[in-house]
Every structure is written in C-alpha cells, then in structure tokens.
C-alpha cells in the first residue's frame, strides 16, 4: 500500500530534509519512526529536498508499506515516535503509481523578514537586516513573475532545466514583519534564498532593480546578491491534481 504523508517541521536542528551520511537529516529521522512503528525499513520519497536550517509548514512524502494501517492511528502512532519539531500532520492512501515529487504541480516558498532586532525566541525563524526600504523590495519582488531561465538565481544542478514559471508573489507586511510568498510550478536550488538576498540588497540600495531583469534576460550568478540565510524560508504548500 503506498500512502501520502504531509508533514511539517522546525529544519533548525537539521541538515536539510535529505538523509546526510555525516549529518542528521530529516529523511532519516521519519524513516526511523516508521521502522519503529511498522518494523519495515522504508525508504520515504518527498516533494522536495529543503536545505539546512529551512523549515516547513508542509512538506509531501509518500511511502510503501505491507499492511493496513488506519490513518488516523498511524499519523498519531508516528508523531510518538518523532521529535516535537517534526510533525506528520496528515495521512492517505494513493494509487501505486502515485509519486510525492514527480506528480507535483506547484509549490508555495514564503520568506520572512523581520522589521526589528530579533529577539531570543524569534532568532531561528526570522531575518532580520537594518534599514531596508521595503517599498521598493515589494516593487522589484513583482519582476520575478513570469516564465523566465532562473539560471542567475540558483546553485546549478546537472540536469534540471532552469526556465520556471513563478505565477505570483504575495507580500504580507504587519509593523514588525514581512513576508514574501513566491508561488511557482517549481523551484531550483537555492533559488529562493537567492531571489530574496537579491531584493535584500535592493533594499539596501547596494543595487538597482533593474538587476532582475538584466539577470532573467542574461543568466549571470554574480548579478544576484548574497544567498540569503535559511532560517527565513518556509516550504508553505505543494499543490497536486485533486485526484491523486
């Protein structure tokens, strides 16, 4: 039985969502939860491999397992054998042929800045840079929409095509925060982070927003502006047909 697991997770204490052979990853950690629960060793394949320090509101993985095991128990089975800063907050059963990364159609990445010093408690949730104009941030976001070579804004992975699709970019600002949501069919390596440190540093007024589009037009990874931390990005959503 092949089954769909949404989960979501604190990434501060991981090394990224994939298993490392040096390092704790995510991956490894629901796995062995699973074994625990199952006594079957799995192997779990997610939507998407998030990097070192990035959390999660909703990550998408999918299973084999022998057996039947009713959903409800088995999320609640799983989450008592799972560290609090990973949680499985959903479960069903798909078709055999179902894959959580291949038959995604969509992802929402939100990043968050914080308009004052951090404090203690918000540290490994937020960035925070000083005196950045956020108006003009918000303007430049808008120029990433489109169908465009992402080549300039990502850590180049042999074989994967880098022209996505980004359909919007939603901006939610309070007094002490915000947020800038990209919404797209997909995403490349640090991507994101890349597209962010950029519209940091037009923030900063260390470049113009013309940057963007001179980037898009003719891929230059030194155009884009510093990677910016982890800690900031949330994997908020992945979209899938409503039949799975």
């Known amino acids: 039985m092949r089954y769909l697991m949404y989960c979501s997770y604190d990434g501060s204490s991981y090394y990224g969502f994939q298993s490392q052979k040096n390092a704790l990853g995510i ?8 074994k625990n629960m199952t006594q079957q060793h799995v192997i779990i394949h997610a939507a998407g491999r998030t990097d070192k320090g990035v959390h999660a509101y909703m990550q998408t993985l ?7 095991f009713e959903l409800l128990k088995m999320k609640d089975a799983l989450n008592k054998r799972l560290p609090e800063d990973i949680r499985i ?3 069903k059963i798909v078709k055999d042929t179902f894959h959580a990364r291949h038959h995604a159609k969509a992802k929402k990445y939100v990043y968050k800045l914080s308009k004052q010093p951090l404090t203690a408690f918000q540290s490994k949730y937020y960035t925070y840079i000083k005196d950045l104009n956020y108006d003009v941030m918000k303007k ?3 120029m990433f929409i489109g169908t465009h070579d992402f080549l300039g804004f990502c850590q180049k992975v042999e074989g994967k ?3 996505k699709t980004i359909y919007d970019v939603n901006i939610t600002e309070s007094k002490t925060t915000i947020a800038f949501e990209f919404f797209g069919n997909s995403f490349l390596k640090y991507m994101v982070r890349s ?4 519209l940091i540093e037009i923030g900063q ?4 927003m013309s940057v963007i589009k001179q980037n898009l037009s003719v891929p230059n990874r ?3 502006g510093k990677t910016a931390p982890a800690k900031g990005l949330y994997l908020k959503k992945i979209y899938y047909k409503k039949v799975i």
Request: aromatic residues 0%.
């Open 195 to 198: 597209m962010m440190g950029t």
């Open 222 to 224: 030194k155009l884009a």
């Open 27 to 34: 991956q490894e950690v629901i796995e062995k939860a699973i």
């Open 89 to 91: 907050t959903n479960v």
């Open 62 to 68: 999918h299973v084999d397992l022998s057996g039947n």
């Open 205 to 208: 007024h260390k470049k113009e």
């Open 140 to 142: 430049a976001s808008k």
């Open 161 to 163: 095509p880098t022209i």
